[in-house]
């Protein structure tokens, strides 16, 4: 019951500031969850669940090959594994997976795509895109129309 | 005695079995120069108003001796006295303690000589402060997050929103509770085949939100739990008061990280800290 006959040392531990100060909140949206409305973060954000509306982010979007988006998504980079139904605007990087499935219009500064992904809309990478929560005024580098299979 | 101080203790200690140790802890303090009035928890006794009256006779340092069940006795109306708090566990369960940095016994009369004092964040469901948790175990609830999206399992799931975070299991899953955002936690269930027989477990994953506030709400009545306080309704809003609670805690706090700390000391020693980072948690198939 009493403990104070036996004092436990924590001195071995160490102090908070060795592994917090963390730049921003992640965010994780996991199988299983659902998401409906405009979902707007200042961090990175993985989504493996469902998301009906919109995404914003100022950091990393990544979408997990288990994930469904109907959303028009904006953020400054983005690793895309899953389903998105709606447009994608990357203010730099896009990396799309294999697995990934993008019914609707791509805008980005530079992307790289693994052969098996499938597109379905214009596609416009190295154009200026908007930054997350701005209109964009795209300039077109490069654009495709159509079914895209790698 | 030193009027500046003020120790509430538990009613537990009244027990033969803690004799022994509230005499050392109070000598301890009396060679600190820090024994200070007591007020006694009881049944029927108002923790509020005994509290308030220590504060009005001078006390400008609470100290709550006991276990974190003393400490979820004390919380939700301390943030609004114009007081520092400090924490002596005597027993567990002492969760809080750990994360506070604050080992058990009269070691506690170091760190609170110490005073390194810490303005940590509130959570607050409703009309009540928590420093921990509100927990929802297993619910079909959803979140409303800053009123502009919604966040619920499909299936079903347990559903917290943390502060400073609380023991689940064998783990003590730490929020930060200096970053000025609470932390929602969605673990939903899932269907798996156990012999003929199809049970909903919880998934390994959990989604995790930071908000300011946010609203949960269910169509049937839910029971969620508050610092250990069982509530019960349809509805209830959460938000977060930023650097709301002055108190004293010991070097090996934990307060400005997040993750999972894993307790593998026979004593309940944390010995390990594991960062969550979403590169550990994700990765592509090749």
Same mark, same amino acid.
């Given at each position: 019951?009493?403990?104070?006959?036996?004092?436990?040392?924590?001195?071995?531990?160490?102090?908070?500031?060795?592994?917090?100060?963390?730049?921003?909140?992640?965010?994780?949206?996991?199988?299983?969850?659902?998401?409906?409305?405009?979902?707007?973060?200042?961090?990175?954000?993985?989504?493996?669940?469902?998301?009906?509306?919109?995404?914003?982010?100022?950091?990393?979007?990544?979408?997990?090959?288990?994930?469904?988006?109907?959303?028009?998504?904006?953020?400054?980079?983005?690793?895309?594994?899953?389903?998105?139904?709606?447009?994608?605007?990357?203010?730099?990087?896009?990396?799309?997976?294999?697995?990934?499935?993008?019914?609707?219009?791509?805008?980005?500064?530079?992307?790289?795509?693994?052969?098996?992904?499938?597109?379905?809309?214009?596609?416009?990478?190295?154009?200026?895109?908007?930054?997350?929560?701005?209109?964009?005024?795209?300039?077109?580098?490069?654009?495709?129309?159509?079914?895209?299979?790698? | 005695?030193?009027?500046?101080?003020?120790?509430?203790?538990?009613?537990?200690?009244?027990?033969?079995?803690?004799?022994?140790?509230?005499?050392?802890?109070?000598?301890? *303090?009396?060679?600190?120069? #820090?024994? +200070? @009035?007591? %007020?006694?928890?009881?049944?029927?006794?108002? &923790? =509020? !108003?005994?509290?308030?009256?220590?504060?009005?006779?001078?006390?400008?340092?609470?100290?709550?001796?006991?276990?974190?069940?003393?400490?979820?006795?004390?919380?939700?109306?301390?943030?609004?006295?114009?007081?520092?708090?400090?924490?002596?566990?005597?027993?567990?369960?002492?969760?809080?303690?750990?994360?506070?940095?604050?080992?058990?016994?009269?070691?506690?009369?170091?760190?609170?000589?110490?005073?390194?004092?810490?303005?940590?964040?509130?959570?607050?469901?409703?009309?009540?402060?928590?420093?921990?948790?509100?927990?929802?175990?297993?619910?079909?609830?959803?979140?409303?997050?800053?009123?502009?999206?919604?966040?619920?399992?499909?299936?079903?799931?347990? *559903?917290?929103?943390?502060? #400073?975070? +609380? @023991?689940? %299991?064998?783990?003590?899953?730490?929020?930060? &509770? =200096? !970053?000025?955002?609470?932390?929602?936690?969605?673990?939903?269930?899932?269907?798996?085949?156990?012999?003929?027989?199809?049970?909903?477990?919880?998934?390994?994953?959990?989604?995790?939100?930071?908000?300011?506030?946010?609203?949960?709400?269910?169509?049937?009545?839910?029971?969620?739990?508050?610092?250990?306080?069982?509530?019960?309704?349809?509805?209830?809003?959460?938000?977060?008061?930023?650097?709301?609670?002055?108190?004293?805690?010991?070097?090996?706090?934990?307060?400005?990280?997040?993750?999972?700390?894993?307790?593998?000391?026979?004593?309940?020693?944390?010995?390990?800290?594991?960062?969550?980072?979403?590169?550990?948690?994700?990765?592509?198939?090749?």
């Amino acid at each position: 019951m009493s403990m104070f006959t036996s004092p436990k040392r924590e001195d071995d531990m160490p102090e908070d500031h060795s592994f917090g100060g963390r730049p921003s909140p992640a965010t994780v949206i996991a199988g299983g969850v659902r998401v409906e409305g405009d979902f707007t973060s200042q961090g990175d954000v993985l989504i493996e669940g469902e998301v009906h509306g919109n995404v914003t982010t100022t950091g990393l979007l990544t979408v997990g090959p288990q994930a469904k988006l109907k959303a028009g998504v904006k953020a400054e980079k983005a690793i895309i594994a899953g389903i998105i139904e709606g447009n994608l605007e990357v203010g730099s990087h896009l990396d799309i997976k294999s697995t990934a499935s993008i019914l609707g219009d791509i805008t980005c500064q530079t992307a790289s795509v693994e052969s098996g992904a499938t597109m379905d809309g214009r596609v416009e990478i190295g154009a200026k895109a908007a930054q997350p929560g701005q209109k964009h005024g795209a300039k077109a580098a490069a654009s495709h129309d159509g079914k895209e299979d790698e | 005695m030193n009027p500046a101080y003020a120790y509430i203790y538990d009613d537990f200690l009244s027990d033969r079995g803690f004799e022994r140790d509230i005499a050392s802890l109070e000598t301890k *303090l009396n060679t600190f120069e #820090l024994a +200070g @009035r007591i %007020g006694r928890l009881a049944l029927f006794r108002s &923790a =509020k !108003d005994l509290v308030e009256d220590l504060v009005r006779q001078g006390a400008t340092t609470v100290v709550v001796v006991g276990n974190d069940t003393t400490l979820d006795k004390t919380m939700w109306f301390l943030p609004d006295l114009d007081v520092t708090v400090g924490y002596i566990p005597v027993t567990g369960p002492n969760a809080v303690a750990k994360l506070l940095g604050i080992p058990v016994g009269v070691e506690a009369c170091g760190v609170l000589a110490a005073r390194l004092i810490e303005t940590i964040d509130m959570g607050r469901v409703d009309d009540r402060y928590f420093l921990t948790e509100i927990s929802l175990p297993a619910t079909i609830a959803s979140l409303e997050i800053e009123g502009q999206y919604n966040v619920s399992s499909m299936h079903g799931g347990s *559903l917290t929103v943390r502060n #400073l975070g +609380g @023991r689940v %299991g064998s783990e003590m899953v730490v929020a930060d &509770a =200096k !970053d000025g955002f609470l932390e929602a936690v969605i673990v939903p269930m899932e269907q798996e085949r156990s012999s003929s027989l199809w049970k909903r477990v919880p998934t390994a994953k959990g989604t995790s939100i930071h908000l300011r506030h946010g609203v949960i709400t269910s169509k049937d009545p839910v029971e969620a739990v508050v610092d250990n306080h069982a509530v019960s309704g349809f509805r209830f809003e959460v938000s977060v008061v930023p650097k709301k609670l002055r108190i004293i805690t010991g070097r090996g706090r934990r307060l400005g990280a997040t993750g999972v700390l894993q307790d593998h000391g026979r004593n309940g020693t944390v010995r390990s800290a594991q960062k969550r980072s979403l590169t550990a948690r994700f990765s592509f198939p090749r």
